[in-house]
């Protein structure tokens, strides 16, 4: 109930590419949904989050697609770089209650040139 | 505009030995989270405190972990009598309250301390 499934767990993808990851989630209870971004040695950084209000936001290179029926949310990078080249966690929490988010296991990206 | 500082970076104990772990959440921060990174797997909640009290608590270990966010001074997460299944990286996040008290979403992560228990 608590777990949010991520996968998969490493993507290589070619420069200019698009990224694809997936999540899904059990607990109805969660109505916010973030993806942090992580550099080795560093911690995670807030990369977009969404509320179910919506299905689909866009920052920049960057999109969350959202699915409430099926309790399943991805993250697409277009025109991916190796700049990207990072570990990618989605997260899901109760909106406004304690904050607590419940990672997923991460997915390690590579961007090659 | 300081982030959250974390210290050690680098920590390593021989079993049985004690940790201590401090972190320093952003400025106008009075929500301090821990989670745990073991190699390989994602974070991990493991407590959730304010100012002097703690929230939640229902990540931490029932025995030889313990957590503080004192009135003054940063946040403490001490591990007692390590063993090696506690070596992983050890990450403090913070967050501002909204004006309703409660918090807005995004948590602001450290850097992490990593241990390593020999």
């Known amino acids: 109930q608590q777990q949010v499934k991520q996968s998969p767990q490493s993507l290589i993808v070619q420069k200019g590419g698009i990224s694809i990851i997936n999540c899904a989630y059990e607990?109805?209870?969660?109505?916010?949904f973030p993806w942090y971004q992580q550099f080795p040695g560093k911690g995670p950084a807030l990369l977009i989050a969404i509320r179910p209000d919506v299905s689909e936001k866009k920052e920049g290179r960057f999109t969350i697609s959202f699915n409430k029926s099926a309790k399943q949310f991805s993250l697409h990078i277009m025109d991916s770089q190796p700049g990207d080249s990072a570990t990618y966690f989605c997260?899901?929490?109760?909106?406004?209650?304690?904050?607590?988010?419940?990672f997923g296991t991460g997915t390690l990206l590579a961007v090659q040139p | 505009n300081a982030g959250v500082m974390q210290n050690p970076r680098h920590l390593v104990r021989r079993r049985g030995q004690e940790a201590r772990l401090r972190c320093s959440p952003m400025?106008?921060?009075?929500?301090v989270y821990w989670y745990r990174q073991l190699p390989e797997e994602g974070l991990k909640f493991m407590v959730y405190l304010q100012k002097e009290n703690i929230i939640d608590e229902s990540g931490m270990p029932k025995e030889r972990f313990s957590a503080e966010f004192p009135k003054e001074g940063p946040s403490i997460l001490r591990i007692q009598q390590v063993v090696r299944g506690d070596s992983a990286a050890y990450f403090c996040?913070?967050?501002?309250?909204?004006?309703?008290?409660?918090?807005?979403?995004?948590?602001?992560f450290g850097e992490g301390s990593r241990l390593t228990v020999l």
């Open positions: 997260a899901a929490s109760p909106w406004g209650a304690t904050n607590k988010l419940i």
């Open positions: 607990n109805t209870a969660f109505d916010y």
């Open positions: 400025k106008g921060h009075s929500h």
């Open positions: 996040a913070s967050s501002p309250p909204n004006k309703a008290g409660s918090n807005t979403g995004e948590l602001f």
